[in-house]
């Protein structure tokens, strides 16, 4: 059965740090592109971080420049999400996603074959 499990959300302040972890399980990574997506209330599923297959291409939203990272462990089949100097405005359910094949790009959610149940990210003082 293919799973993708997230792990590793919850509540932080402001200017805080969370990792995010994603295992799959059922199938194997090294052939999937890999993103992590958000979806805050009453918005549309936005793509944060993701990562290529092919040449290891990474692609982040602007609004998480220089604070998110995303990175991949193949030899655990698992993917993570390094958030640093959180923002409220990135309170959001986190999703992690495969795609069997590459992207150029983190925006289309369309193109990712398997999704994680999710994990609540809240980011308040």
């Known amino acids: 059965q293919v799973q993708l499990v997230e792990s590793g959300g919850g509540l932080v302040q402001p200017g805080g740090s969370l990792r995010l972890s994603c295992a799959a399980s059922?199938?194997?990574?090294?052939?999937?592109?890999i993103g992590w997506f958000r979806q805050a209330p009453g918005k549309e599923r936005e793509g944060v971080s993701c990562?290529?297959?092919?040449?290891?291409?990474?692609y982040h939203a602007d609004s998480v420049k220089g604070r998110f990272t995303i990175s991949r462990d193949n030899a655990k089949n698992t993917v993570y999400l390094q958030m640093n100097s959180l923002k409220p405005e990135d309170t959001a359910v986190y999703y992690c996603?495969?795609?069997?094949?590459?992207?150029?790009?983190?925006?289309?959610?369309?193109?990712?074959?398997?999704w994680g149940q999710g994990t609540q990210v809240t980011v308040s003082s």
């Open positions: 996603a495969a795609r069997f094949g590459d992207i150029s790009s983190c925006l289309y959610v369309y193109e990712f074959d398997y």
């Open positions: 990562l290529s297959v092919s040449d290891g291409s990474k």
């Open positions: 059922g199938f194997t990574l090294d052939y999937y592109a």
